[in-house]
T-cell receptor, first 111, second 113 residues
Framework: QKEVEQNSGPLSVPEGAIASLNCTYS??????FFWYRQYSGKSPELIMF????GDKEDGRFTAQLNKASQYVSLLIRDSQPSDSATYLC???????????FGAGTILRVKS | DTEVTQTPKHLVMGMTNKKSLKCEQH?????MYWYKQKAKKPPELMFV???????INESVPSRFSPECPNSSLLNLHLHALQPEDSALYLC????????????FGEGSRLTVL
């Protein structure tokens, strides 16, 4: 079982729709969860982090965390073509004390 | 503009060459990282420095040698690399050790011939 799993996609959504990106993780003791956005040929950029169960909203982005289900998601409302990128889920694992990245989900927003 | 600066942006080297990648940050962060990223793969952690001391070495081959001269600078010395070492090398920094809130530089794209 991979430590952090994401559907590789591509996930295609029309402009203006809600994009839903999902991530599951294996370490039940994990406490911190992060979403990075990476444009093609660029470096990752942190866009959201969440530490507590529930929802956290920042502009068009909402991160959702369910520790019981070991599941974290990122919702992007009113998706724009400029949101087209790879979204990396990263989890701070309790064991080994390290940040583990998922393989990333490619998002394509069609205008 | 990124606050973590990496040089060079592109590097081509032969297998017998010695070269270095450099990274600088002026955010007062105390932890600095080297990651390696191959195409269509997530970043892989190589080294972590905390307060200028090597904290984590993810079993990286000795042909990669990190150095942290001070709290703002991080180098990665390269020697006798293999073509499979060709990748994007990313430097990152964070306020403290092992927080997931990383600030990445733009990366150095390395090609080994």
């Amino acid at each position: 079982q991979k430590e952090v799993e994401q559907n590789s996609g591509p996930l295609s959504v029309p402009e203006g729709a809600i994009a839903s990106l999902n991530c599951t993780y294996s370490d039940r003791g994990s406490q911190s969860f992060f979403w990075y956005r990476q444009y093609s040929g660029k470096s990752p950029e942190l866009i959201m982090f969440i530490y507590s169960n529930g929802d956290k909203e920042d502009g068009r982005f909402t991160a959702q965390l369910n520790k019981a289900s070991q599941y974290v998601s990122l919702l992007i409302r009113d998706s724009q073509p400029s949101d087209s990128a790879t979204y990396l889920c990263a989890v701070s694992m309790e064991y080994g004390n390290k940040l583990v990245f998922g393989a990333g989900t490619i998002l394509r927003v069609k205008s | 503009d990124t606050e973590v600066t990496q040089t060079p942006k592109h590097l081509v080297m032969g297998m017998t060459n010695k070269k270095s990648l450099k990274c600088e940050q002026h955010m007062g962060h105390r932890a600095m990282y080297w990651y390696k990223q191959k195409a269509k793969k997530p970043p892989e952690l190589m080294f972590v420095y905390s307060y200028e001391k090597l904290s984590i070495n993810e079993s990286v081959p000795s042909r990669f040698s990190p150095e942290c001269p001070n709290s703002s600078l991080l180098n990665l010395h390269l020697h006798a690399l293999q073509p499979e070492d060709s990748a994007l090398y990313l430097c990152a920094s964070s306020q403290g050790l092992l927080t997931g809130e990383l600030f990445f530089g733009e990366g150095s794209r390395l090609t080994v011939l």
